[in-house]
């Protein structure tokens, strides 16, 4: 949003709609957006986004990169974002599930290894489709979707991993109904812009010229995806050019652009709100959510991503570890001349876990989790949920 006064609740929601129907309107007619500051100056995040490729880009691969942050690659690599897509040779839950079963009305369905390879198949008791699996995309935390192809087609399985249930069920977004054809019930034909989509943020590299190149993508959120195409960095590095190190960092962007630059996989208000996606379904997408609490200000870095959570890592489930997170905007001192940032009072009821109380947990229609709302406010009895 543009710098000025701070707004809040209906009134954000007001001025974004607005921002978002000047901005359709420059792009209409070919006028230049300004940036935040109100100038044509070029705002970093327009540098590198993580789903996006740069012309003539070279990726080096994380192994480059452990040579001097072998930590870092370590711990990312085993995390969930480093294994958002695997290759099905290397896929654990199907290694450790070596035959899935399902039936939903008519069709039974079965996923079965055989050896590094796994096959999905489909049969209505007639007739059958029978792929192999090409790729597991998701950790099984909140499901596990597979794609393989089928009459040159990349397809969508219509049933996924949960590890809830430790076993199949329909895919989140399909209709859960009995499907009239045995194609339709397979699963979903990925159309060329989604597939490009899905790819582009469930692995690196994979984006060639906005075509999916699968050839040359590198399974998973690798450093390279967010931080960017790391040759002319490495060549910078080895020649001991540090003043200029030719690589992208998140952490410099203020709060609405970093928030903008992880919605890019993880959906940003814009893209939620352009989307019409009401109701329940829109829990998953946390800068959206987050943007609609009343304590988000694009302007304070102690509201944004990287403030909670560590991209390196995996998620930290314990809700007590995010305390210090919400008083540092929530503290027992007043507002004055000596500590001029803004503060907020602290909750009147006073107990740990903050995040259990104000960040209430939903489940998704068939998603066997509970996800986390971002949407930071004080929730009462019996409140629908807030979109």
């Known amino acids: 949003m543009p710098n000025g006064p701070k707004l809040k609740g209906a009134q954000r929601l007001f001025a974004r709609s607005a921002l978002l129907s000047f901005a359709a309107l420059c792009l209409w007619h070919g006028l230049p957006a300004k940036s935040q500051a109100g100038n044509q100056q070029e705002s970093p995040f327009s540098k590198w986004r993580p789903n996006h490729d740069i012309p003539g ?39 450790s599930h070596p035959k899935l079963t399902f039936r939903n009305g008519i069709y039974s369905y079965q996923i079965l290894r055989e050896g590094d390879r796994t096959i999905y198949a489909v049969t209505d008791g007639t007739n059958s489709i029978s792929e192999p699996v090409l790729w597991a995309f998701g950790q099984g935390v909140a499901g596990q979707t597979y794609v393989f192809k ?16 430790k076993g199949l069920d329909i895919t989140i977004g ?12 397979a699963g979903r034909v990925m159309k060329q812009d989604e597939a490009r989509d899905c790819f582009a943020c469930h692995t690196t590299a994979a984006i060639t010229g906005n075509r999916l190149q699968p050839d040359h ?36 962007l203020g709060t609405e652009d970093l928030s903008n630059f992880c919605g890019s996989c993880h959906r940003s208000w814009e893209k939620v709100a352009m989307m019409g996606l009401r109701g329940v379904n829109n829990v998953r997408f946390q800068p959206y959510r987050l943007a609609n609490s009343k304590c988000y200000d694009a302007d304070d870095r102690r509201i944004s ?14 809700p007590v570890s995010y305390d210090s997170k919400c008083t540092a905007c929530h503290s027992a ?30 489940d998704l229609p068939g998603g066997h989790f509970k996800f986390t709302d971002h949407h930071i406010r004080v929730v009462r009895a019996g409140e629908q949920y807030p979109n």
Do not use: W
Request: glycine share 6%.
């Open 57 to 95: 880009a070279r990726y080096v691969g994380s192994a480059a990169c452990a040579q001097c942050h072998k930590s870092k690659v370590t711990v990312q690599q085993a995390s969930a974002m480093g294994r958002a897509l695997e290759a099905t040779a290397d896929c654990q839950i199907l290694r």
């Open 305 to 318: 991503c990287l403030v909670c959570h560590n991209p390196h890592e995996n998620v930290v489930r314990d």
């Open 150 to 165: 089928h009459n040159g087609e990349y397809i969508e399985s219509r049933v996924s991993f949960f590890d809830d249930i």
């Open 174 to 185: 399909h209709d859960p109904a009995p499907q009239s054809s045995l194609e339709d019930a």
């Open 333 to 362: 001192q007043p507002k004055s001349a000596a500590a001029p940032e803004r503060l907020a009072a602290i909750c009147r009821v006073g107990k740990e876990r903050c995040t259990a109380c104000h960040m209430p947990k939903y």
């Open 217 to 252: 993508l590198i399974p998973g959120v690798s450093c390279e995806q967010c931080h960017g195409p790391g040759d002319r960095h490495v060549a910078a590095m080895k020649s001991g050019n540090f003043d200029n190190k030719n690589i992208f960092n998140p952490k410099t």
